[in-house]
Every structure is written in C-alpha cells, then in structure tokens.
C-alpha cells in the first residue's frame, strides 16, 4: 500500500464511539489492520486517528443468504466494494484547525467528528511526524508505527513527572521495552534512575530469547550507570562489574517491611501486629531479639502475644534471617550510597543475582525505597523553604509489581505512595508487570503513562484501560497486539494512543544510534 | 425516422435486413440537438399491416435463391427497429437525460462510431434510464447486449466491464437477481 492512499469515507459515528468508514473498492480489507494510523480530511479540520475495528457489510442481506458465485473472477470483481464492502471503524483522538493560531498550537484533542462523506486516507510520515514530534532533547524515538518508518517519540519530561507502567505477558517484551525506556532516561537527562533489578537483565549484558547477548546499561552507558548487587559471587561469575556490595543489617529492618511480607511469609493479622510491639520493647535490635526468644514465657513483661502468633512470626523472621544479604552488623550504609550517586546523577541498578526469591526482593525494594524517599521528601521540602535546587527527577523501576500495588498493601508499602503522590517529591515509580490485574485499581488510575505489550487475559486488559476514553475500541486493538515487539502506549507521554513496532534492540547499529556522537570513540570497541 | 416521442423513436431501414444490433448506440440529429438511443427492438414485417408474407421457396435451394426469383418481396417487405432514447447533445455538450424535444420524423438515424461510443460511455448514468424504461424486451436483457455492444469499443474490455458491472451492482443493490441476470450476460 502507498502513503496516503485514500481508504474510504466517513459515512456515520460519533464522538464518543468513534466513526465508521466505508472502504472505497481499491482499497483491500484485508490490507487494513488495527493500531494503524489513518487521517479524516474534515470540511474545516484534520483529524488524526487510529483503526480499532475492521467489519464487513452488505448492501443486501439475501447476499449473505444467497451468495454469489465468486468463483468467476469476474463477478468477484464487481462486487467487491460495491454490494459488498469492508468497513473500519476509526477513533480519532487528535485534531488540527485550518487557521494559522491552531497550526502553531499543534495537534488538539477532538472535541468534534469529520463531517459526513469526509475522506479517509492512510497517516503519511508528516503526519506523524506532526504529531509525536522529532527525536530531541525531550524526545526520545520509541519505535515505529505499524508499516511505517516514521519515528514515534515519547516525550520523557512528561513521562517521568508521574509513574508510569510496562504490561505484558511474559515474554512480550517487557525487559527490551523497559531497557529502552531507562535509555532514553539516560540519553535524555531527564531523571536519574534506580533499578530493582530482579532478574539481573538490566545492568549487565543478558542473553534474550533467542539465545543472542544483548548489552545492558553500564555496557553502554559506563560513566552514568553504577551497578549494585546484592549476590557478588553471581555478579561476578557474570563478570559484571559492580560498583557495591550491598549488606542490609538486622537492625535496619522495621516493621512495616514484615507486615509488606505478610503473604508472601504466610503471617497472620495478629504475629504482624506483635512485630510492632516487639520493636516498640526491644528498639534496633527486635529482629534479632524475636527470633532468640524461647516461647512466650521470655517475653518482656508487659507484651501480651500468644504462643502461635509468636512462632508464626519467629517461623516467618528466619525466612528473612536465611537471606544471605543480611548480616547482623552492615559494614556501610547502602541506602546512603544509592543517595550518593544518584545526588551525583548516577544511575543505580541493584542486582539480585540469585536472590530472585519475592521475598527477599519485596524487602529489599521495599527497605530502600522507603528511606530512599524520605530523603527527597526532606530535600524537597528544604528546597521549597530555602528556594534551593530540589533534588534530581527519581525514576524507580520494579517488577513484578503487583506484589507491591496490591489492593491488599497499596495502602500500607511506600510505592503505594509514592504511586498516587505522583510527582510532588520529585520520585516516581516506573512498574513492570505481567499481572496490571492484580495492581490495585488506584494506583493503576494514576499512572500516566502505560506501555502496554500484549495481553490476553480480560481482567489484566480491563486493568490497564481503566480511565481511558474509547477502552473498548483500545481493547480490541491490545488484544490483537503481535506477541514480539509490538506495544500500544498511551497516556500523558503520547499526545494520542499509538501502536508501535518496538525500536530494535540488541544489534551493533542499534547501539551505535543510543549513544550520543562525542562518546561514541570512547566505547567504540564495545561494537567491535 | 418515422415515429417519435420524447423517450424514443422507431426508424425504417433503407435497406431490408440492415438493422442495427441489439443494444448498440444509434444518433439522430435535429438541427442544433442530436439524439441518442439505445436499440431495443427490431422487426421486418410486411408493408401492408393485414397482409402477412406466405411462406416461400419450396423449389428452391437457398435462400438467397427466393429473393433472386421474387425480387418484389424487397419491396412489400420493411424492416424497422426502435431505441430508447437515453441522452442528447446540445452545443457539443453530452447530457445523460431526456432532450428538451422529441426528434423529428424523416431525420436520418446513424449508428455510432466507436469514438462516439466512447464518449458517451464515459458516464453510465444512461443505465439507469434503460433500468426503468418499460419495453416489450427484458431490461437485464437489453442491458446486457448495451454494455456487450459498448465494450467491444475499448480496447481493455474488461475494465470496461467492470465498471459497468460495478454501476450496476450500485444501482441494483435492492434487487440482487436481476443483478446477477445482467452480469451473468456481460461476463467475459
């Protein structure tokens, strides 16, 4: 098919459902798919949109009853696009007035449809162009339009104003997606990021599906990536290398980490709630002092918890005690050396190596976060008071999020927070999940942007469309997503939902382009 | 020309027998107005309405033979056809409706060159004048053999017969049997 080939016309729809085109008899239904950009050249406006919906029609219903013999190429041929024709079905999001003033505002969101008859046509490269932008300073190039060569770019100052959210089944391609996004982040400035690096892909180079290795961050970006691990002996059986060991002393847990683990370390209601009275009693120490103590009977005077609760929760805290990571006495102190080089605008990526274990990464993530955001909301607060620079944009990344977003804990974990507080501390959360269903409904409404690969599952889909205008036809396009390199994002970061070919990841050339041109000689034997 | 109306005219052949095919495109001129129609119906039929030709030739090989031993019978005998009329030219402009006036009568009636055809099947919007027209012959029939007629003018006939097929698919959207009679008469 050329660009801007005419499709069709606008012969009935609305505002809130979106229009209905008939193909015109060139045009091949089956050349038409969903997720693809089209344009309504309106009386007065363009407008720019996307096909949700492809159907067939009849001028007359006994042909449906009485089909005609097609097998004559000849009566195929007139029939096509006359008594029978294909239909699309077109939301349009975004719209451009003819006069000058609205020329230079740009793209608008509609607030009206084309007129009757109105002709549609195939989005060209300028139209596109137009609408996502060029690559700059702000923008970074997410991928390609579906047949198209065009560059679509996320404009990642809004993007990191609030959290933002990758779904997908496995193996969608959620790790390229979010690799690409840390890129851009990097390539752009515009925040600084801590990973919790789950499955150790995203600092070091990782092997993808089919075998190939595929560089991570630090590999690319050495000078502004630090890598943080929590498993030295894996990390350096990968050869990576780190920057810091990281150590978690007893006393550095509180007790709001437990109650975040009270399902994954099967607790019940009343051993969390005796967590907080055994700190309360026994100070830094409790942790320690909960696991040594015998029974009830040496318990301090005063504490009333029963005999199961206690050993449900002693049963629990080994768990936590096993972690290798932990150590009764930290050599140094990790959250201030996270704070260290992200105040210097380093990136950290912390990897788990071994410990892929939920537990140990709820509370790791968990522990960190948490004082990691105090900290910038003291800094935060300073800079209001003192009118001094407020700290660096924070993007955390974590996965396997719906263990953290829960409806059960949203409310109670810091990233519950941090989530619907969006950008006022200047921190917000960058979620990679496979489960949106299982994320908590307001935190999920809150995110600003969600890049979403396929899903198939009717709860996950219902999940990630919530708030979004037209979620039916949405719907029908993210569940028809290919299941490799393919994602629909929508949100504050795009100026209307777009499905993309994912940007390639993982070839020489496709590093070579991340970098910017004056470091390039300096890492060129990277390629080589 | 001897008989017209504003929807058609009947014209006489000067020669017996040379009658126009079915469908083709025929024109007659009327001073600053030309006619065009569309050949529906022929008939060769004694001159005298109440005398009927007697059946001839017994002693004869051919048929030829019959016309060479009675050559009076050229002469008792005519052949006329009619047209719809389905369009006029007035100031070398083509209009796909019904002229102003009917034609005259003696006006000589020419059969269309395939130029003119061309030109006068750039629009199809005559076929919906034969559509409705009411005629002794079938209307999918007489549809048919018009856009046969028309096709055998261009050289990429196909397409020429899919566009008319196409037309038609438009036109008859609500009637899809005679749709289907038509296009099973013009398919290639």
Known sequence: ?528 | MIEASTTGFVAQCYELYQIPSLGSLVKTKDQSLELYGIVYNAATTSLEPGRRPIARGKEEKTEEGIYQTSPQLLKLLKSEFGAVVVGHKQDKKLYHYLPPTPARIHSFVYLCSPEEVKEFSQSFDFLNILLNARLPVSTEELISACIRQMSQAYEDRHAFLVAAGKELAILLSGNLNQLKAILGGIKP
């Open chain 1, 1 to 528: 098919m050329t660009e801007n080939q005419r499709l069709g016309i606008v012969v009935s729809g609305s505002l809130g459902k979106g229009v209905e085109v008939r193909l015109d008899s060139s045009a091949s239904v089956e050349d038409m798919v969903v997720g693809r950009f089209v344009t309504i050249e309106g009386q007065k406006r363009r407008f720019f949109g996307m096909i949700t919906d492809v159907s067939l029609g009849v001028t007359d219903p006994s042909l449906t009853v009485v089909p005609p013999d097609v097998s004559d190429p000849f009566i195929a041929e007139v029939i096509a696009g006359t008594s029978t024709f294909g239909t699309l079905h077109v939301s349009p999001s975004l719209v451009i007035s003819g006069d000058v003033a609205s020329m230079l505002e740009g793209p608008q969101p509609v607030k009206t449809i084309p007129s009757h008859f109105s002709e549609v046509r195939l989005a060209s490269q300028r139209d596109v162009e137009l609408v996502f932008g060029t690559e700059d300073e702000k923008r970074f190039f997410i991928g390609t339009p579906l047949d198209m060569e065009t560059k679509v770019c996320l404009n990642l100052e809004e993007l990191v104003k609030r959290s933002n959210g990758v779904f997908g089944k496995s193996g969608t391609g959620k790790t390229f997606l979010t690799r690409l996004l840390l890129i851009g982040m990097l390539q752009k400035g515009t925040a600084v990021n801590l990973v919790f690096d789950m499955h150790s892909e995203y600092g070091w180079e990782s092997r993808d599906e089919r075998g190939r290795r595929v560089k991570a961050l630090k590999q690319l970006f050495s000078s502004q990536v630090a890598v943080f691990t929590l498993d030295e002996e894996s990390s350096r059986r990968r050869k990576v290398s780190t920057d810091f060991v990281v150590r978690i002393g007893y006393d550095e847990i509180e007790p709001e980490d437990i109650a975040l683990l009270r399902q994954t370390l099967n607790l019940t209601e009343l051993a969390v709630e005796a967590v907080y009275q055994l700190s309360g009693r026994f100070g830094k120490s409790w942790l320690q002092d909960t696991v040594n103590l015998k029974g009830t009977e040496e318990l301090p005077e005063g504490l009333n918890i029963h005999e199961g609760s206690l050993q449900n929760l002693q049963r629990g805290l080994a768990t936590i005690g096993r972690l290798p990571f932990l150590v009764s006495d930290a050599p140094d102190n990790a959250v201030k050396r996270i704070l260290e080089y992200l105040d210097r605008g380093i990136n950290v990526i912390l990897e788990f190596g071994r410990y892929t274990d939920i537990t140990a990464y709820i509370l790791v993530a968990n522990l960190l976060t948490r004082r990691i955001h105090a900290r910038y909301r003291e800094g935060m607060e300073r800079a209001i008071g003192e009118a001094t620079a407020p700290p660096r944009p924070l993007v955390i990344t974590i996965e396997e999020a719906h263990r953290f977003l829960n409806p059960e804990v949203a409310s109670q974990t810091i990233f519950g927070t941090i989530a619907r507080e969006m950008r006022k501390y200047n921190v917000t959360l960058l979620v990679v999940d496979q489960r949106p269903s299982g994320i908590d409904s307001e935190v999920m409404s809150q995110m600003g942007t969600k890049i979403t690969c396929l899903l198939d599952d009717e709860r996950d889909i219902d999940s990630v469309l919530t708030g979004v205008p037209n979620k039916s036809e949405l719907k029908s396009v993210l569940s028809k997503l290919e299941s490799k390199q393919q994602a629909l994002i929508f949100g504050h970061a795009v100026p209307m939902p777009v499905v993309v070919r994912t940007r390639e990841y993982g070839s020489a050339q496709s590093y070579k382009d991340f970098i910017p041109k004056e470091v390039e000689k300096d890492i060129e034997k990277l390629w080589e």
